[in-house]
């Protein structure tokens, strides 16, 4: 099937599903009187929620962003960490998730369904409009009619982005929410989230002069119509064990390809922090409560790297064991990654919230989320909350999801601090031919044959398709 054609899928699923009358012109010799007849929007918002864990754990944008954002380094196939080509397709996101919600919207079946649905999408497409750039969006999941969509800007799709966090959460209802295995059918829990991710995505503009006016409305009104504020209120979902194991489980499952980064580990230590005893564990085994702070050295080739972790068999595998069990949580958004924002937002002069209290609260959560204590006065001392150490709380937040660790770096990065906060070397290994860290994906081959002229036309707008083409939010203008 060319890659076109899964643009099509959509229409196609619900078209088959409707029981269109056509079908009966050949009898019913093939029709299972006992089988369903239309998607089960239940079955198919289940399966999105638990696709998008992959957006923040294991999946490519977070695994290989975590490597750029240096969370992780890779012990055993040295590649993405030292920066080959990172040609990845995005269209598998939207012949899946991004479908699977296509359809609850287009059935309408429960109000509140087709809220999360909206939803869940921009918080999808948010993340791959940050690992690619332009993308489609306004033209993407229409079937038929746009079997070749347009490449947005940008801008467009953030501001769709926005605009429609806001709408879902307002038609957010007590209708049926089946199959919700983030918040088991809690809308208030799902109007929280859906500001939360609208106050991060305008965060996400601070460094764009011409969009931080409608940034700064945005994140005002997702804070006022409220967000998450506690971890019992954090989007995420605990997977059952058995045959649906945690992706930090799989990640363990007979591998040991990746380790937490020497860049962590040092930064942990330098500050004293309590969660350096949980962000690395000992061992690979599943369970296992040992702690390791001997992060691996980032960015080796295969044979020094291999020479490194055979020099130290304790090296820090990527979260402590017991944190990595088959019946593990996959976080989305937390309150400590909130928190942050928000402070992030104020010391813009975004709100008039206190960023001190903002700051302090973040970290404490961020503490809580992995059963520690509140960082103590003296950790505050050593780190004030200026933009510098609000930027790299915010990046320790977020571990292990590597993909929003990269979305908080490249925005720090600037001409006149071209390492960014906190202050990342290159791969010393690196085998691009610039040396520098990786500034998004390439777009696929295949996008070049089935949709040349509107990638073409995008490639032109953004000045080129490589790993060094900056995101549009990450160019300071």
Same mark, same amino acid.
């Given at each position: 099937?060319?890659?076109?054609?899964?643009?099509?899928?959509?229409?196609?699923? $619900?078209?088959?599903?409707?029981?269109?009358?056509?079908?009966?012109?050949?009898?019913?010799?093939?029709?299972?009187?006992?089988?369903?007849? %239309?998607?089960?929007?239940?079955?198919?918002?289940?399966?999105? *929620?638990?696709?998008?864990?992959?957006?923040?754990?294991?999946?490519?944008?977070?695994?290989?962003? &975590?490597?750029?954002?240096?969370?992780?380094?890779?012990?055993?196939?040295?590649?993405?960490?030292?920066? #080959?080509?990172?040609?990845?397709?995005?269209?598998?996101?939207?012949?899946?998730?991004?479908?699977?919600? %296509?359809?609850?919207?287009?059935?309408?079946?429960?109000?509140?369904?087709?809220?999360?649905?909206? !939803?869940?999408? +921009?918080? !999808?497409?948010?993340?791959?409009?940050?690992?690619?750039? *332009?993308?489609?969006?306004?033209?993407?999941?229409?079937?038929?009619?746009?079997?070749?969509?347009?490449?947005?800007? +940008?801008?467009?799709?953030?501001?769709?982005?926005?605009?429609?966090?806001?709408?879902?959460?307002?038609?957010?209802?007590?209708?049926?929410?089946?199959?919700?295995?983030?918040?088991?059918?809690?809308?208030?829990?799902?109007?929280?989230?859906?500001?939360?991710?609208?106050?991060?995505? =305008?965060? +996400?503009?601070?460094?764009?002069?011409?969009?931080?006016?409608?940034?700064?409305?945005?994140?005002?009104?997702?804070?006022?119509?409220?967000?998450?504020? #506690?971890?019992? %209120?954090?989007?995420?979902?605990?997977?059952?064990? &058995?045959?649906?194991?945690?992706?930090?489980?799989?990640?363990?499952? @007979?591998?040991?390809?990746?380790?937490?980064?020497?860049?962590?580990?040092?930064?942990?230590?330098?500050?004293?922090?309590?969660?350096?005893?949980?962000?690395?564990?000992?061992?690979?085994?599943? &369970?296992?409560?040992?702690?390791?702070?001997?992060?691996?050295?980032?960015?080796?080739?295969?044979?020094?790297?291999?020479?490194?972790?055979?020099?130290?068999?304790?090296?820090?595998?990527?979260?402590?064991?017991?944190?990595?069990?088959?019946?593990?949580? $996959?976080?989305?958004?937390?309150? &400590?990654?909130?928190?942050?924002?928000?402070? *992030?937002?104020?010391?813009?002069?975004?709100?008039? *919230?206190?960023?001190?209290?903002?700051?302090?609260?973040?970290?404490?959560?961020?503490?809580?989320?992995?059963?520690?204590?509140?960082?103590?006065?003296?950790?505050?001392?050593?780190?004030?909350?200026? !933009?510098?150490?609000?930027?790299? %709380?915010?990046?320790?937040?977020?571990?292990?999801?590597?993909? +929003?660790?990269?979305?908080?770096?490249?925005?720090?990065? #600037?001409?006149?601090?071209?390492?960014?906060?906190?202050?990342?070397?290159?791969?010393p290994d690196a085998v691009n031919a610039s040396k520098l860290i990786v500034s998004r994906f390439v777009y696929p081959t295949s996008e070049y044959s089935s949709n040349e002229v509107?990638?073409? =036309?995008?490639?032109?707008?953004?000045? @080129?398709?490589?790993?060094?083409?900056?995101?549009?939010?990450?160019?300071?203008?």
């Open positions: 099937m060319k890659k076109r054609y899964i643009y099509t899928l959509a229409a196609a699923f $619900v078209w088959i599903g409707s029981g269109c009358n056509k079908l009966k012109d050949f009898g019913n010799v093939n029709q299972n009187p006992t089988a369903t007849t %239309q998607p089960l929007i239940a079955g198919l918002l289940t399966n999105a *929620e638990v696709s998008a864990t992959g957006l923040s754990s294991t999946g490519t944008p977070a695994i290989a962003g &975590g490597q750029y954002a240096q969370f992780f380094t890779e012990t055993q196939y040295s590649g993405t960490s030292l920066y #080959t080509l990172p040609q990845n397709d995005f269209t598998p996101y939207y012949s899946g998730p991004l479908y699977d919600l %296509q359809n609850i919207i287009n059935l309408n079946q429960s109000k509140a369904s087709s809220a999360v649905a909206k !939803i869940l999408q +921009q918080y !999808i497409f948010w993340v791959l409009t940050d690992s690619w750039g *332009e993308l489609p969006y306004t033209e993407a999941l229409k079937g038929l009619q746009a079997i070749q969509p347009k490449y947005d800007t +940008q801008e467009t799709i953030y501001k769709g982005i926005i605009a429609t966090l806001t709408s879902a959460q307002a038609e957010l209802d007590g209708s049926s929410l089946a199959g919700d295995v983030i918040y088991n059918g809690d809308v208030a829990s799902w109007k929280r989230a859906a500001n939360s991710i609208k106050l991060l995505a =305008a965060v +996400q503009l601070s460094k764009v002069p011409s969009a931080s006016a409608y940034a700064a409305t945005a994140a005002k009104e997702a804070i006022a119509a409220g967000v998450i504020e #506690t971890n019992s %209120q954090n989007m995420k979902v605990t997977f059952p064990g &058995g045959g649906i194991k945690s992706p930090w489980y799989n990640i363990y499952d @007979g591998r040991k390809d990746f380790a937490e980064s020497a860049t962590m580990t040092d930064m942990l230590k330098g500050l004293n922090d309590p969660r350096l005893s949980v962000y690395g564990g000992k061992s690979e085994v599943i &369970g296992n409560v040992e702690s390791s702070d001997i992060g691996v050295t980032y960015g080796l080739a295969r044979n020094n790297v291999l020479a490194f972790i055979e020099a130290n068999p304790n090296w820090a595998r990527v979260m402590r064991g017991d944190f990595r069990t088959t019946t593990g949580a $996959v976080t989305i958004i937390t309150a &400590g990654e909130v928190f942050l924002a928000r402070a *992030e937002a104020a010391s813009l002069g975004w709100t008039s *919230e206190e960023v001190a209290t903002l700051y302090v609260k973040g970290i404490t959560a961020s503490n809580d989320q992995w059963g520690l204590a509140a960082p103590t006065a003296a950790y505050i001392t050593n780190a004030p909350p200026t !933009i510098a150490n609000i930027t790299v %709380q915010r990046w320790i937040a977020s571990y292990p999801d590597g993909h +929003q660790a990269w979305n908080v770096w490249r925005k720090s990065a #600037t001409a006149a601090n071209p390492k960014g906060y906190p202050a990342l070397n290159p791969a509107n990638v073409k =036309a995008s490639v032109a707008r953004t000045g @080129g398709d490589t790993q060094d083409t900056h995101v549009w939010w990450d160019v300071e203008n």
